[in-house]
């Protein structure tokens, strides 16, 4: 059985996907970015460019991870001809 505190760690880790805003929030820090060019990009651009596309909420922690190349939603590797067609973030499970 879990003790109460891996229970609780169990609850508090999640995986989320990065938003815009988000991303644009850690750029901001970066001078060799320029903020106003970022705005326009979509977020999925925004993704590739800054490698990270999910953010992983552990108890207080936030953890940044590029998780290209694997399905968006459960984390699985995805095949090579997935990530060149267009909906390339989501296994076929998770289309
Ligand atoms: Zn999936």
New binding site residues.
């Given amino acids: 059985m879990m003790n109460t505190s891996a229970l609780k760690k169990t609850i508090q880790n999640k995986t989320e996907l990065i938003t815009k805003k988000e991303l644009l929030k850690i750029a901001v820090n970066d001078p060799d970015l320029n903020i106003d060019e970022l705005k326009k990009m979509k977020v999925n651009e925004l993704r590739k460019l800054l490698k990270i596309t999910h953010k992983i909420t552990a108890d207080t922690e936030i953890h940044y991870v590029n998780n290209l190349g694997f399905?968006f939603?459960?984390i699985?590797p995805l095949r090579a001809d997935y990530t060149s067609s267009k909906s390339n973030n989501?296994?076929m499970?998770?289309l």
């Fill in positions: 399905c939603s459960c699985t989501y296994c499970d998770c």
